[in-house]
């Protein structure tokens, strides 16, 4: 029997020891395969919490394993994301569940995400250039603190004006806008309830704009108490929620739509409470 010698060959920065060139094209395979689905996994979750809707998440996944030969079969839900890679060539199989971090909006990570799947077909990317592009974008810098509260604040006192409100009520409507997202930010850095955070800046917002309908000196303010929490209401939430709808993704549709629903109530219910408490 004529015997094979061993060779260690290097793939992806790990020592693989093989026998003969198609054992060492068998486990790079194998390699490449399980590489590939944990950086799936990984964009699939970062999308999700991001605010990206479900067939965003499936289109950009799903381009990518393409462009390497497999065919993938997503499970996405609302907390976790359950993924299967499959090479039918070589009978090679990956199957993973992760879960998905807390939800927010960050776009310039969908859409970074996005031109990143299109590079990869267009430019055969390898998948440790993909990790290596994912971490530079996962490392882009946020907007400056103040910045946010600044625009934030300009957004409501514009909405104020739609609502016939005067130079005055958009004064009050910056501030009560500024402080109310400045207290949403801080509660959530103490780790609250997300929906706990929406009420507490829905009350701190209203509480400041009720204070000058209730003492206005003979104006009633009221467009600056109706506008001065429209920074909160679930803007993104709810267009996924109607997109996932239309695509026929129900759960994820649902439990959006419901989340949506629930910061709404976060919202009334902080206004009741400052109604009740200056007895309007």
């Known amino acids: 029997m004529e015997n094979k010698e061993s060779a260690v060959q290097y793939y992806d920065g790990q020592i693989v020891v093989v026998d003969d060139a ?34 965003r998440i499936r289109n950009n996944l799903n381009r990518i ?6 065919k993938t079969e997503l499970l996405i839900s609302h907390r976790s994301l359950m993924l299967t890679i499959s090479d039918e060539r070589n009978c090679y199989h990956f ?7 807390p939800h927010g909006v ?12 299109w590079r990869v077909v267009d430019e055969k990317l390898s998948v440790a250039q993909i990790k290596k592009e994912l971490d530079r974008l996962l490392s882009l810098p946020h907007y400056p603190r103040w910045v946010i509260l600044t625009l934030v604040g300009l957004a409501g006192a514009s909405f104020c004006r739609l609502a016939g409100g005067t130079l005055q009520d958009m004064l009050i409507v910056f501030a009560a806008t500024s402080v109310g997202l400045f207290v949403r930010q ?3 850095k103490l780790q609250f309830n997300p ?6 800046a829905s009350l701190t917002a209203s509480l400041i704009a009720g204070l000058f309908v209730k003492f206005g000196f003979g104006n009633t303010h009221e467009p600056a108490f109706v506008t001065c929490v429209l920074f909160l209401i679930p803007g993104v939430p709810l267009i996924n929620s109607f997109s996932d709808l239309i695509e026929g993704n129900l759960q994820n549709a649902l439990i959006r739509g419901l989340s949506g629903l629930i910061i709404s109530f976060c919202i009334a219910l902080g206004l009741l409470t400052s109604t009740v408490i200056y007895q309007f």
């Open 195 to 200: 929906y706990l955070c929406v009420y507490f």
């Open 186 to 188: 801080e509660s959530h």
């Open 106 to 117: 960050n776009f310039k990570v969908v859409t970074g995400i996005s031109r990143l799947s």
């Open 65 to 70: 394993s393409d462009a390497y030969g497999y």
């Open 95 to 101: 199957n993973s569940l992760k879960r998905t971090p």
């Open 22 to 55: 198609e054992q060492f094209a068998n486990a790079t395979d194998q390699h490449l395969i399980k590489d590939l689905g944990k950086v799936l996994l990984e964009i699939g979750t970062i999308l999700m919490s991001s605010g990206a809707n479900t067939g």
